[in-house]
């Protein structure tokens, strides 16, 4: 068997189970490029791109074949030349390989991780059908949003172009540090080597200390509690299993549910603060609008006294006008500047006003997350709420007890939730796998509906191996709980738009 060298520089520092005492390091500021979106629709057979590395990783080169289906897109890549990504950065542990819709919203749909010969080979699925592609270093592989190392963009090969459009996709990038929080400089120069299963384990495991170290920064513990505790929970499962040798494919999933649902916990408490701050910065201006009302009273009672007063010299009264004419408005003009630097302090982009259906919907999202979270891991994805059943949790078509009583719980929140709609998707890792993978959805249905579910509210089926979440059996053997409807809505909390930068410019 082979083995590889463990990353000497940062992985000793994060197995530091102490958590930093120092602030996060965040920045405002967002960095901005444009790289081309292809349509895919309407395609017969694949079509063929490349990758060529950006200046960060110049030797870097891919090829993709992207297969254009009905309702999504099947991307089957290969990379070569891809280095260690901790030369960008002791934070940076993996890379991911992202599409960007041509109106610039993110999607990580994989991680890339180098083997022996610094090459890669990655099989997935995307709803999108068009898109651009990039890969960038990352602190672990369940970011949302990309950081501005990116190494690699995609090209259209001679033998495309004409058959395809072409769109100046325009996206944003969170600058180095953003992710970031304070990690011990302890170094080590004479790692032992490891087989390649060793290592993947060890760094999904580094991710996802690094995962729960950021949203504990991001004050997710208080502003996330449920949430950050499921990362917690799921995080100590893959290290106790990694010390006790456990299988290799429970620690993997282990660890990445646990940076997942880190990353959730993130979310929300960067938006509950950016929420807090709008709601300081509206009650700012209320009072300086009342200020700004007493000041103007206090200029008609200083006219009246004013008029009362007329019987003095005419110079004398002229002077004290012009004098308290000249105050008000310096009062008012200062009162106005305040508020409006308060405000522009806040957010450049307001969220919708507290009262709108869409912050109600957003607001009712994070908080059923949070429930639901506490049974089963879940998402938010462009789809809706997305709880997931392992493979662990049945034997054969059978759910095991324990996962009976989580199923349980999620279907007594979303019954307690009028107006939801469910959507039940059986996955499998073996071909012709539909029948299996339709019962185990049959049978989470069931349960949902002996709790209180509208059985016209939920829906199952089988997807066999028609969509893979990844590369190995422990991240494509799984059943699916989708949650969505009018209650929710159907944007994700964490989501927003982007400015569309048009072609040619």
């Not at 995609?154 to 325009?170: C, M, S």
């Not at 400089?185 to 032992?192: D, F, G, V, W, Y």
Request: with cysteine; hydrophobic share 40%.
């Amino acid at each position: 068997m082979k083995s590889f060298f463990i990353l000497a520089l940062s992985i000793p520092a994060f197995c530091q189970q102490q958590q930093p005492q120092t602030a996060p390091i965040y920045r405002v500021t967002v960095t901005e490029r444009t790289v081309k979106a292809i349509n895919y629709q309407y395609r017969n057979g694949p079509t063929l791109i490349d990758f060529r590395g950006t200046i960060l990783m110049p030797k870097a080169k891919g090829e993709a074949s992207v297969d254009s289906k009905q309702g999504r897109s099947e991307i089957d890549v290969h990379f070569e030349n891809i280095t260690e990504p901790q030369r960008f950065g002791r934070e940076y542990l993996t890379y991911v390989l992202w599409a960007l819709t041509p109106d610039g919203r993110p999607h990580n749909i994989g991680e890339i991780v180098p083997g022996s010969s610094d090459k890669s080979h990655l099989r997935v699925t995307t709803d999108y059908q068009a898109f651009a592609m990039i890969v960038t270093a990352e602190p672990y592989s369940a970011v949302r949003t990309p950081s501005d190392v990116v190494v690699l963009e995609n090209e259209v090969r001679p033998d495309t172009v004409g058959k395809i459009e072409q769109v100046e996709a325009r996206y944003e990038l969170m600058p180095r540090g953003h992710y970031a929080y304070q990690i011990p400089a302890t170094t080590t120069n004479n790692a032992p080597k490891v087989s390649m299963r060793k290592y993947e384990e060890l760094l999904e495991l580094y991710q996802a200390q690094n995962a729960v170290g950021v949203a504990q920064a991001a004050n997710a513990a208080e502003l996330a509690p449920n949430t950050f505790t499921k990362a917690q929970q799921l995080l100590i499962e893959a290290q106790q299993l990694e010390q006790s040798k456990g299988d290799t494919s429970r620690i993997i999933q282990a660890a990445r549910e646990a940076a997942q649902t880190a990353e959730d916990a993130r979310v929300i408490a960067e938006r509950r603060t950016q929420d807090d701050k709008l709601s300081k910065a509206q009650a700012d201006v209320a009072a300086a609008q009342q200020a700004q009302a007493a000041a103007a009273a206090e200029i008609e009672k200083a006219k009246l006294e004013a008029q009362d007063a007329k019987a003095q010299a005419d110079t004398e009264r002229a002077a004290r006008e012009r004098a308290e004419a000249e105050a008000a408005a310096a009062r008012a003009a200062q009162l106005r500047t305040d508020a409006q630097a308060r405000v522009n302090q806040s957010t450049a982009i307001p969220p919708p006003p507290p009262d709108s259906p869409q912050r109600r919907q957003s607001e009712m999202r994070m908080q059923l997350l949070e429930k639901l979270n506490a049974p089963l891991p879940t998402r938010d994805t462009p789809r809706g709420l997305v709880a997931v059943v392992p493979n662990t949790a049945f034997n054969g078509a059978v759910l095991r007890p324990s996962a009976t009583d989580q199923i349980a719980r999620i279907g007594a929140i979303v019954a307690a939730t009028p107006g939801l709609r469910v959507e039940i998707e059986g996955h499998t890792e073996m071909p012709a796998s539909d029948e299996l993978s339709a019962r185990r959805a049959q049978a989470v249905r069931e349960i949902m509906i002996a709790r209180g579910v509208s059985p016209n509210a939920v829906t199952s089926r089988g997807f066999g191996n028609s969509r893979p979440a990844g590369s190995s059996a422990a991240e494509n053997e799984r059943v699916e709980i989708v949650i969505s409807g009018d209650p929710i809505g159907s944007v994700p909390f964490w989501d927003r738009t982007y400015a569309l930068k048009p072609s040619g410019q």
